[in-house]
């Protein structure tokens, strides 16, 4: 079995509270997530972005707590959110070292499951934030990004939200690779990314769901611009079992063409706390909730 934790959305500011956004309280809940998650040894968490809320100042208290945790013994693995570019643009390109990545921000990795060999996983990690208002660091890229938000109008033909972005097509041509680059290997794969693509209808805590009716995100305007490309690149690799994000505070959970797509609770908001444990084997997805956030398991064919 391959064991990891997730954490979405700490959002941590040392700014007042606003609306069910509590924003310094992130901090003890983040704490209290990370000592239950060192004393578990897991292989990694993944951070499913967001992990501040605005400010260069509080980008780098997240950046000393990551380092603690990991002198406790929580390896990382970093998912880029939307609030965490809310930083002056000089400031941008040293985002990217301090969450140990680098520019554009997406990345890949495969894990081995040391007691059977047929379970081996590759993550994906996607930057829905690529081509967006908020992480350009000029003008220029800020009116590329915004001609790109124009193309990708909701079914009202109004304009989705522009504290989301769009993956570039490059990207798209990279996560193919590495799709094409699983099936050819034989590895289950996994994608991660800040912002949702699915839901399940109703209030997504069905843990044995198997419905392909629901809520697609990107046509609500509440996640990546172009989530339908993502998802059409999706449905043509059956290596895909899983989906993970965050990016809706509330959460939510769906099945879709044989794929779990798991929209985890975020800290910022959620009472007392949540955060999750995640297990993989050869024929199942297994969420262990802890606190606030549910768990689910998922049988995939």
């Not at 915004?146 to 097509?169: F, I, Q, T, Y």
């Not at 590495?178 to 991660?192: F, G, M, Y």
Request: proline fraction near 4%; glycine fraction near 8%; aromatic fraction near 12%.
């Amino acid at each position: 079995m391959i064991r990891f934790a997730v954490i979405a959305d700490v959002q941590y500011g040392n700014l007042e509270t606003r609306g069910e956004r509590t924003y310094r309280e992130s901090l003890p809940k983040f704490l209290r997530a990370v000592g239950e998650i060192a004393a578990e040894n897991v292989l990694f968490t993944l951070q499913l972005g967001d992990a501040s809320q605005s400010d260069w100042e509080n980008h780098l208290g997240m950046k000393e707590l990551f380092a603690v945790a990991e002198k406790a013994g929580v390896q990382w693995k970093h998912v880029l959110g939307n609030h965490d570019f809310l930083v002056p643009d000089e400031k941008k390109p040293e985002l990217y070292a301090n969450f140990g990545l680098e520019k554009p921000g997406y990345y890949d990795f495969v894990v081995n499951d040391p007691d059977d060999v047929s379970n081996v996983w590759r993550f994906v990690v996607l930057n829905g934030n690529e081509i967006s208002s908020y992480a350009a660091e000029t003008p220029e890229e800020r009116e590329k990004a915004e001609e790109e938000r124009n193309r990708w109008k909701l079914p009202d033909g109004s304009l989705s939200a522009d504290w989301n972005g769009a993956v570039s097509p490059r990207q798209l041509q990279w996560l193919e690779s590495r799709l094409e680059l699983a099936t050819k290997q034989n590895e289950k794969a996994l994608v991660c990314s800040h912002f949702p693509l699915f839901a399940n209808s109703g209030d997504g805590t069905s843990p044995e769901s198997s419905q392909d009716d629901g809520v697609y995100y990107f046509d609500r305007g509440w996640s990546t611009w172009n989530g339908k490309q993502v998802l059409d690149i999706l449905d043509k690799y059956p290596c895909v079992k899983g989906y993970l994000a965050g990016h809706l505070h509330e959460g939510s959970y769906g099945v879709r063409k044989n794929v779990a797509h798991v929209t985890f609770k975020g800290i910022v908001q959620t009472i007392p706390n949540c955060f999750a444990f995640v297990n993989l084997t050869s024929d199942s997805i297994v969420v262990e909730g802890r606190e606030a956030q549910p768990s689910y398991k998922f049988r995939f064919e």
